[in-house]
């Protein structure tokens, strides 16, 4: 069993998280506590970009948000208690993301976009 705790991470590395946001259908059970919300990426699971990852996986330079959608395309294994994806990686970021895999549906903050 890890020892590795995703939502710390998350909360760490992962930019504009949204925490009391939730995805509205059934995720497997490994990708399930990688899961985050993002202003701009919308539904996302927190993973490691297997072509950036070495001996060890350090997640505060490896660890990107990628549209739930397109984990589930690309397929995904479990190391060190990571979610890895074998995706494009760039300067500009992890790649791979096609026009119809970000999801932003649910995702407004009621609380946050009440009138006041």
Same mark, same amino acid.
Do not use: N
């Given at each position: ?9 998350? @909360?760490?590395?992962?930019?504009? #998280? ?11 059970? @490994?990708?399930?506590? #990688?899961? =985050?919300?993002?202003?701009? *990426? *919308?539904? =996302? ?8 990852? *070495? ?20 397929? #995904? ?7 890895? =994806? ?11 993301? @096609? ?18």
């Amino acid at each position: 069993m890890s020892s590795v705790d995703p939502q710390s991470v998350i @909360e760490r590395f992962v930019y504009a #998280w949204m925490p009391w946001a939730t995805y509205p259908r059934e995720l497997p059970p @490994e990708l399930a506590p #990688w899961y =985050c919300a993002t202003e701009d *990426g *919308g539904h =996302c699971i927190a993973v490691v970009v297997q072509s950036q990852t *070495g001996e060890e996986i350090a997640p505060d330079r490896r660890l990107v948000a990628l549209p739930v959608k397109t984990v589930l395309r690309v397929g #995904w294994s479990m190391r060190d208690g990571y979610v890895v =994806c074998d995706v494009p990686y760039s300067k500009s970021g992890a790649g791979g993301v @096609e026009d119809d895999d970000e999801e932003f549906d649910g995702l407004r903050d009621e609380r946050r976009d009440a009138p006041r």
